[in-house]
């Protein structure tokens, strides 16, 4: 069964471009996770999906950052304009239930570098 | 705020050495990961703790978890270089009705030398 699948692995943009990111989850969960690590410091949620709804957004940071998961499958989040402290590694996790059931698989991260 | 430290951030062990990893959180929370991520691979599971005084074992790797200290470890034994990663403990927390997030700590950057 194929894991979280993230696209591209590595961005480089220019600051003021418009950059995005794609996820495809597991296949069959229903759950969506954004999250970010930033240069040393800790992995931060960003948003959270279920199916195509916007369960919790409160980790984006601002509205150049937007999400969307249209037909409750993949997952895309446009940067624009980004920022060079919007620099990091963009993780995406899926999940088939909430807890208690199960835990959350990520994927390998795409990292983005603003210059 | 629920805030999560790990220390240390970075090890340098030899192998065949032990050594202890510490997960301290803020608030209150029954449910803690263990991750490992090698470069450019994603987060893989290794240990979910559900309760206090929940203790699991792969290998080298053993973990526990003290929910009235608010505090988990995960002791190496023995090291090998294949141990060398970044290991991030994370602790869910409830975001509202019935959804979770995750909150991580910094990660701790292992390297194991011959």
């Known amino acids: 069964e194929a894991g979280v699948t993230q696209f591209p692995s590595h961005s480089v943009i220019e600051k003021g471009q418009t950059v995005t990111l794609r996820c495809d989850p597991i296949?069959?969960?229903?759950?969506l996770y954004w999250y970010r690590r930033v240069m040393g410091k800790e992995i931060k949620f960003l948003l959270h999906?279920?199916?195509?709804?916007?369960?919790?957004e409160s980790g984006m940071p601002n509205n150049r950052f937007l999400a969307e998961r249209t037909g409750g499958t993949y997952s895309t989040l446009k940067v624009q304009p980004a920022e060079l402290e919007d620099s990091g590694v963009y993780f995406c996790?899926?999940?088939?239930?909430?807890?208690?059931?199960?835990?959350?698989?990520f994927g390998q991260g795409t990292r983005l570098t603003v210059v | 705020e629920l805030k999560v430290e790990q220390n240390p951030l970075f090890l340098s062990m030899q192998e065949g050495k032990n050594y202890t990893i510490y997960c301290n959180y803020s608030?209150?929370?029954?449910?803690l990961y263990w991750y490992r991520q090698d470069p450019g691979k994603s987060l893989e599971s290794l240990f979910v703790?559900?309760?206090?005084?929940a203790v699991k074992q792969e290998g080298r790797l053993m973990a526990s978890l003290d929910t009235k200290a608010r505090l988990s470890t995960l002791h190496i034994t023995a090291a090998v270089h294949d141990l060398s990663a970044t290991y991030f403990c994370?602790?869910?927390?409830?975001?509202?009705?019935?959804?979770?997030?995750?909150?991580f700590g910094k990660g701790t950057l292992l390297t194991v030398n011959p």
């Open positions: 296949s069959g969960h229903d759950n």
């Open positions: 999906f279920v199916k195509e709804s916007k369960q919790d």
């Open positions: 703790l559900l309760s206090n005084g």
């Open positions: 994370a602790v869910d927390r409830r975001s509202g009705g019935s959804n979770y997030k995750l909150t």
């Open positions: 996790a899926s999940s088939q239930d909430t807890r208690p059931n199960t835990e959350a698989f």
């Open positions: 608030t209150t929370s029954d449910r």
